[in-house]
Structure formats: C-alpha cells, structure tokens
C-alpha cells in the first residue's frame, strides 16, 4: 500500500496565481479530509468528502478555495486566486470508515506564495 | 464548543529521561482520543489511540497514555526517550461511535532531545 500520496510536495507561486494541489487517497478509504496547519492555527480541517460527496465544508476560508472528488481515487483543493496568507502546509488524510481505524495522512504539500 | 489544548508548545528533555505531555480537551461526550506524531517534512503518525475500557494505552516506540475522565485529560507518557524522538506531536479528539468522522487536533508540542 503507497498510502496517501500528496503532490506537489512544494509549490511556490506569486499573489494572484491558481494552484490546485492533488491527492491520491488509500485505495478503500471512503472518507477523505483536507487539513490546513500553519504555526499561528495548528491543524485546521478546510472540508471533508465520503464516497465522494462533500459533507462538511464549514472550514474553507473563503470562497477563493474550492475542493473537488470527482472519483474515489482522486482530489483536488484549487485557491484562486491565492494569497500570501494562504502560505501553510496542506495535508491530506484518508479514513476507511471502519470504527477503530485511523486516519491515514500523506506527506502535506507546502505552499509559499509569495 | 470541542477543543484540544496542548499547554506545552516546546519541552527539551535529556536522551534516556522521562516524558510526559499533556493534553487536555473539551467535549460533550467521552470522546475517541488519539496521540499523532510529524517528523520534519512529514504526514502525521499515529501512535496510540483510546475508544474505551483499560484507561492506560500503549502505542508504538514504546509510548503510552492515560485516560483520566476526571481530569479530561490524556497524557502522552514514555519512561526513557531517544533522541529518534524529536518530533512534534498532537493530541486529537474525535466523536463516539462515528468511524471516518474529523478529528480535532490540538496545536502541537515541540518536542526536542538533548544529549
């Protein structure tokens, strides 16, 4: 198993610029979660889908951020345009939906813009 | 409203001394409880978690932790730590008896390791 695989794994782009940062969720995972962490707020959860349906997306900042699941092996966060006070770490992690099970994270994409 | 708080941002112990962090949380319901370790440049672990019965738990590298309902505490022990342990760590809650649900994370402790 590759477990969660997150790319890029360092993105740097200028203010006004789109990026869309992909993941590769574990194969089976129903549930799949985009976290945030930055050194001033921790670990934040921007939205999190289940068999690809977004079902809480109460911590997207704004609407210059938007996620997709267009299948189960796949998603994307896009911020468009982005802003300096977007620089953080992303993470995504994936959960199998069975009780006992823990979350699964991959590496994090770190995003500076500039 | 639920939250984790990690009193310590950074503790330095010396290699082969004992360690203790702590973590305390706010939440309805017993929640599940979990102990996550990040490397530098890398995805969270999971170390150890709690869901119910023995309140004291063990996790890999020799980690455990202690449920104390009382104290709405979940402190993350280990009797002799290496210097492999340098890391950040979290302590994070989740909801009862809902598997794949979000987890809230505490900010994290630094930890480091001095010779």
């Known amino acids: 198993d590759a477990g969660v695989i997150q790319s890029p794994r360092h993105e740097v782009t200028e203010m006004g610029q789109e990026v869309t940062l992909r993941c590769k969720p574990i194969?089976?995972?129903?549930?799949l979660f985009w976290y945030r962490q930055t050194m001033m707020r921790g670990l934040e959860l921007l939205i999190y889908?289940?068999?690809?349906?977004?079902?809480?997306d109460s911590g997207m900042p704004e609407d210059r951020f938007s996620a997709k699941m267009p299948n189960a092996s796949f998603s994307t966060l896009k911020i468009q345009p982005s802003e300096p006070r977007d620089s953080a770490v992303y993470f995504c992690?994936?959960?199998?939906?069975?009780?006992?099970?823990?979350?699964?994270f991959g590496n994090g994409t770190r995003l500076t813009v500039t | 409203a639920q939250s984790v708080t990690q009193p310590d941002i950074h503790i330095t112990v010396s290699e082969g001394a004992s360690l203790e962090l702590r973590c305390n949380y706010s939440?309805?319901?017993?929640?599940?409880l979990f102990w996550y370790v990040q490397s530098p440049g890398q995805g969270l672990q999971l170390l150890l978690k709690?869901?119910?019965?023995?309140?004291l738990v063990q996790g890999i590298k020799g980690f455990e932790a202690e449920f104390k309902r009382s104290q709405s505490s979940f402190n993350l022990r280990k009797p002799s730590v290496h210097w492999s342990d340098a890391a950040e760590y979290f302590c994070?809650?989740?909801?009862?008896?809902?598997?794949?649900?979000?987890?809230?994370f505490g900010k994290g402790t630094t930890l480091s390791v001095s010779s």
């Open positions: 889908f289940n068999n690809n349906v977004p079902i809480d």
């Open positions: 994070a809650v989740g909801p009862p008896n809902q598997a794949g649900t979000a987890l809230i």
């Open positions: 939440y309805g319901a017993t929640p599940y």
């Open positions: 709690y869901f119910s019965g023995d309140t």
């Open positions: 992690a994936t959960h199998s939906g069975k009780m006992y099970s823990p979350l699964h």
């Open positions: 194969s089976g995972h129903d549930y």
